[in-house]
């Protein structure tokens, strides 16, 4: 199956998935996750249509977002505090804030470089120790110690739960992630506390996620196919 196949039958299920929980499709954006795969796949990409990728591994990015000017890269793994300043540099938007230490180091770096970025608080929303995020009872306040930091917006949260075969549970973490964004949005702790975005739902569980109320999908299997060990 082509990746222009791909995408189209993703952006159809979107669309099913959305209208049969009574949701506007438009409010569901789709994050092409284009890590391990080539500059051509992107392209191909780009060409049906796709602007936005996500990229978890910085050096791997580094070529890809000088290469591919016109769309936009967010920024989905983990970052070291010493990659805080190449993560200021390439990304429009980075997902995977979790610490306070990475949340000064990367508004530093904007500072000398001019420039904002929309950010997202990683969670651990299952407690996974095996996975990185903030605690759940422990975003209120990185999120209210991020107000100091000028050039960071935080416009949502973003979680990846542990993995699971029972759709009830999986549905519960992304439940419990809609539940900790609308708390926070209550204390007014986002950039726009009206339009929270929730970065939740991968290839095999987008569609619990839209149903639980995410506005942005991160898929990469089902778009590029099988990552490519490298
Ligand atoms: C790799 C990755 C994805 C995409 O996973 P697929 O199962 O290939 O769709 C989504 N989110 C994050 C954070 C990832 O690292």
Do not use: W
């Given at each position: 199956m082509s990746i222009g196949t791909n995408l189209k039958r993703i952006r159809d299920e979107i669309t099913t998935t959305a209208l049969s929980c009574d949701r506007d499709p438009a409010t569901i954006k789709l994050l092409a996750v284009s890590k391990r795969h080539s500059i051509e796949s992107i392209?191909?990409?780009i060409a049906a249509e796709q602007s936005c990728f996500g990229e978890s591994y910085i050096q791997e990015?580094?070529?890809?977002?000088?290469?591919?000017?016109?769309?936009?890269?967010?920024?989905?793994?983990?970052i070291q505090s010493n990659k805080a300043?190449?993560?200021?540099?390439l990304f429009q938007v980075i997902e995977?804030?979790?610490?306070?230490?990475?949340?000064?180091?990367?508004n530093k770096h904007l500072e000398t470089l001019d420039k904002d970025i929309d950010i997202l608080i990683q969670v651990n929303i299952g407690k996974d120790p095996k996975k990185y995020g903030v605690a759940?009872?422990?975003?209120?306040?990185?999120?209210?110690?991020?107000?100091e930091f000028s050039r960071l917006r935080p416009v949502g949260l973003m979680t990846m739960p542990p993995f699971s075969t029972d759709d009830e549970e999986t549905r519960s973490?992304?439940?419990?992630l809609r539940l900790l964004s609308l708390e926070c949005a209550e204390k007014g702790l986002f950039f726009d506390n009206h339009c929270v975005e929730l970065s939740m739902g991968m290839s095999h569980d987008f569609k619990l996620a839209i149903e639980?109320?995410?506005t942005s999908i991160r898929i990469g299997t089902a778009i590029f196919g099988e990552r490519p060990n490298l």
């Open positions: 392209q191909e990409a990015a580094q070529e890809k977002c000088k290469l591919l000017k016109d769309v936009s890269f967010h920024f989905i793994g983990h300043k190449l993560a200021a540099e995977t804030v979790d610490r306070l230490k990475l949340a000064r180091a990367l759940p009872d422990e975003t209120i306040s990185l999120l209210a110690a991020i107000k973490y992304f439940r419990a639980e109320g995410s």
